[in-house]
C-alpha cells in the first residue's frame, strides 16, 4: 500500500504570509489540527499545527524561565521562543523542517516517519507542490479495507491443509521456538501443545493461528518453561 492509496488529496492550506489568526481559524473551521504552509509558487515550505500555538502570550502559556536557566538556554533559544510565542505570521511560528513523502511511498515508511517523529500527518508531494496529505486516521481507514469483512480468503480442503498453513505460519515467526511447538487440527478446531520459553508467545501463537482462514476455535495447552532453571511456570491457559 502506497501513499496515493490512502491519503486525501483534497488538501487545504495556508499561504506562509498568511496571519496566525487566519491560520487558528482554518484549523477550527475544518475540525483539522495542522496545515502545510505554501510560499507564493505554490510550493510546501513547512507545516503548522495545533501545537504551534500552545505557547503564546496571548493566553499566558508561553516559556517562562528563572534566570539561571534563561542563562543556560543561550540568546539565540530565547529569541527563538519569543518569536513563536510573540509572531503574527504564520511563517514565524511553522515547522520548517517538514518530513514530506511522495505518492509512491509505502506505507510502512510512512508509519515510520510518524512514529520517529511523533506527527500525527505527512504532506505527499509531487516535486515542491502539495498533492495529498497522509494522517493516522488515513492509515486506520487503509488497514479497515485489509481486516476480514470482504471477499473471504480460500478455506482449507482438509484438516492436514489448514495444520500445514497453521505451522508454516508459526515457521515464519523469528521468535517461536518450532520445534518445542505441536499442532493438531479435527474439524477445524486447532490445539496448540509444547512448550514456550515467554509467557508473551502464548497470546502470539494463539493469534497466529486464529488467523489462519478456516480456523473455527483455538485451544491452548502450551506449557511456560523458565529457560534458564527449566522448571515449569504456568500451566495451559483456561
Known amino acids: 500500500m502506497k501513499a496515493s492509496d490512502i491519503m486525501e488529496k483534497s488538501v487545504i492550506t495556508v499561504g506562509?504570509?498568511?496571519?496566525?489568526?487566519?491560520?487558528?481559524?482554518?484549523m477550527l473551521q475544518h475540525k483539522i489540527s495542522g496545515l502545510p504552509v505554501i510560499d507564493a509558487k505554490g510550493e510546501l515550505v513547512g507545516i503548522v499545527t495545533e501545537g504551534d500555538f500552545l505557547r503564546r502570550t496571548e493566553t499566558g502559556t508561553e516559556v517562562q524561565r528563572?534566570?539561571?536557566?534563561?542563562?543556560?538556554?543561550?540568546?539565540?533559544?530565547?529569541?527563538?521562543?519569543?518569536?513563536?510565542?510573540?509572531?503574527?505570521?504564520?511563517?514565524?511560528?511553522?515547522?520548517?523542517?517538514v518530513a514530506a513523502v511522495s505518492e509512491d511511498t509505502e506505507l510502512s515508511a510512512i508509519v515510520g516517519i510518524m512514529e520517529k517523529r511523533r506527527i500525527?500527518?505527512?504532506?505527499?508531494?509531487r516535486g515542491r507542490k502539495v498533492v495529498g496529505m497522509v494522517t493516522r486516521a488515513d492509515v486506520l481507514r487503509g488497514f479497515a479495507r485489509t481486516i476480514p469483512g470482504g471477499a473471504p480468503a480460500e478455506a482449507p480442503k482438509s484438516d492436514l491443509e489448514l495444520r500445514n498453513r497453521i505451522v508454516a505460519e508459526i515457521d515464519r515467526l523469528p521468535w517461536a521456538a518450532r520445534n518445542a511447538i505441536s499442532v493438531t487440527v479435527k474439524n477445524g478446531e486447532v490445539d496448540l501443545q509444547g512448550a514456550i520459553f515467554n509467557?508473551?508467545?502464548?497470546?502470539?501463537?494463539?493469534?497466529?493461528?486464529?488467523?489462519?482462514p478456516g480456523v473455527k476455535a483455538v485451544r491452548d495447552h502450551l506449557v511456560w518453561v523458565e529457560p534458564m532453571s527449566g522448571m515449569t511456570l504456568d500451566v495451559s491457559a483456561p
Not at 509467557?199 to 489462519?212: G, I, M, T, Y
Open 199 to 212: 509467557v508473551k508467545e502464548r497470546d502470539a501463537l494463539r493469534v497466529a493461528a486464529e488467523n489462519v
Open 120 to 125: 500525527k500527518r505527512v504532506p505527499v508531494v
Open 66 to 97: 528563572t534566570r539561571w536557566l534563561q542563562l543556560l538556554a543561550g540568546t539565540g533559544r530565547l529569541a527563538d521562543e519569543y518569536v513563536r510565542s510573540h509572531g503574527r505570521k504564520v511563517a514565524e511560528v511553522m515547522t520548517t523542517d
Open 16 to 26: 506562509s504570509d498568511a496571519g496566525v489568526s487566519e491560520a487558528v481559524r482554518v
